[in-house]
């Protein structure tokens, strides 16, 4: 089992930046990627960006690109999320996602933290 903790949401005016952490505990030995996911009110969870952890190939949804950067410590076992120049459309709940090497599918998750961006 795995377990991951969210912390960094908050409330910020457009153009402004937070930074959201996630830290696993746990079987964390077994790391393949991990990622961050949102969702908004009324709409499906997302894809946002992920990232290798052995190697640190990241990805990213084209709707972040060159505004978000993910990040890892391996030694801490914890993802970050550098969110720049916020627009109100990044307003959602982020959720941490961990994939393990024995499936490789984001079979855990966190509870995610709000991120609301005002105009």
């Known amino acids: 089992q795995v377990q991951l903790v969210e912390s960094g949401g908050g409330l910020v005016q457009a153009g402004g930046s937070l930074r959201l952490s996630c830290a696993a505990s746990?079987?964390?030995?077994?790391?393949?990627?991990m990622g961050w996911f949102r969702q908004a009110p009324g709409k499906e969870r997302e894809f946002v960006a992920q990232?290798?952890?052995?190697?640190?190939?990241?990805y990213y949804a084209d709707s972040v690109k060159g505004r978000f950067t993910i990040s890892r410590d391996n030694a801490k076992n914890t993802v970050y999320l550098q969110m720049n120049s916020l627009k109100v459309e990044d307003t959602a709940v982020y959720i941490c996602?961990?994939?393990?090497?024995?499936?490789?599918?984001?079979?855990?998750w966190g509870q995610g933290t709000q991120v609301t961006v005002s105009s």
């Open positions: 996602a961990f994939s393990p090497r024995t499936t490789l599918a984001f079979d855990y």
């Open positions: 746990g079987r964390t030995f077994n790391t393949h990627t």
């Open positions: 990232i290798n952890w052995s190697d640190g190939d990241t």
